[in-house]
Antibody, heavy 117, light 107 residues
Framework: VQLVESGGGVVQPGRSLRLSCAASGFTFNSFNIHWVRQAPGKGLEWVAVIWYDGSNKYYSDSVKGRFTISRDNSKNTLYLQMNSLRAEDTAVYYC???????????WGQGTLVTVSS | DIQMTQSPSTLSASVGDRVTITCRAS??????LAWYQQKPGKAPKLLIY???SLEIGVPSRFSGSASGTEFTLTITSLQPDDFATYYCQQCDSYPWTFGQGTKVEIK
């Protein structure tokens, strides 16, 4: 199982960024996938989840209305579209595989997003 | 949203010590709780799921238990590789939430 995030970088407040997560080594379209983030020196914060078939999506209150999670099962890829970025969105963003809606069993290595002018 | 209150925030211990970390949920989550270990610069690693089930490959010195809305992670004999930060996470309902973390330091 491999999850490889990309798309991070430095972005100005109010701008947008799209993260990607390329999955391999498992049947991607059979698993719910999450985004979890971690601000520098802080704890883990759950961001969003998308069902295996894209039919359901849930978000944390802190990103609802600004971030959109999506997936392309034909490309084994997960996305996170981040709009109206704020300084407090600065974090390492991890994509992570959900097993039986009871735990996260695999994580990517993370991609750093820095929101700064 | 369900709040997860984890304690202590920092714990100083020696190799061979028995270590206990507690996580309390703000409402009933049944046994939908997981524990993760994270080392600096690395992604978290799953240790325990459904409150007390040991993930494959995780040493048996790690164990989890539950009593109502209080959950405990125990390390029976702390090893050098165990110095890390530990997080609980509820998987009962969305939004999933993590505890604040417990850093286990060398005494």
């Amino acid at each position: 199982v491999q999850l490889v995030e990309s798309g991070g970088g430095v972005v100005q407040p109010g701008r947008s960024l799209r993260l990607s997560c390329a999955a391999s080594g498992f049947t991607f379209n059979s698993f719910n996938i999450h985004w979890v983030r971690q601000a520098p020196g802080k704890g883990l914060e759950w961001v969003a989840v998308i069902w295996y078939d894209g039919s359901n999506k849930y978000y944390s209150d802190s990103v609802k209305g600004r971030f959109t999670i999506s997936r392309d099962n034909s490309k084994n890829t997960l996305y996170l579209q981040m709009n109206s970025l704020r300084a407090e969105d600065t974090a390492v963003y991890y994509c992570a595989r959900d097993l039986s809606s009871s735990r996260i069993d695999y994580w990517g290595q993370g991609t750093l997003v820095t929101v700064s002018s | 949203d369900i709040q997860m209150t984890q304690s202590p925030s920092t714990l100083s211990a020696s190799v061979g010590d028995r270590v206990t970390i507690t996580c309390r949920a703000s409402q009933s989550i049944s046994n939908w709780l997981a524990w993760y270990q994270q080392k600096p610069g690395k992604a978290p690693k799953l240790l325990i799921y459904k409150a007390s089930s040991l993930e494959i490959g995780v040493p048996s010195r790690f164990s989890g238990s539950a009593s109502g809305t209080e959950f405990t992670l125990t390390i029976t004999s702390l090893q050098p590789d165990d110095f890390a930060t530990y997080y609980c996470q509820q998987c009962d309902s969305y939004p999933w939430t993590f505890g604040q973390g417990t850093k286990v330091e060398i005494k």
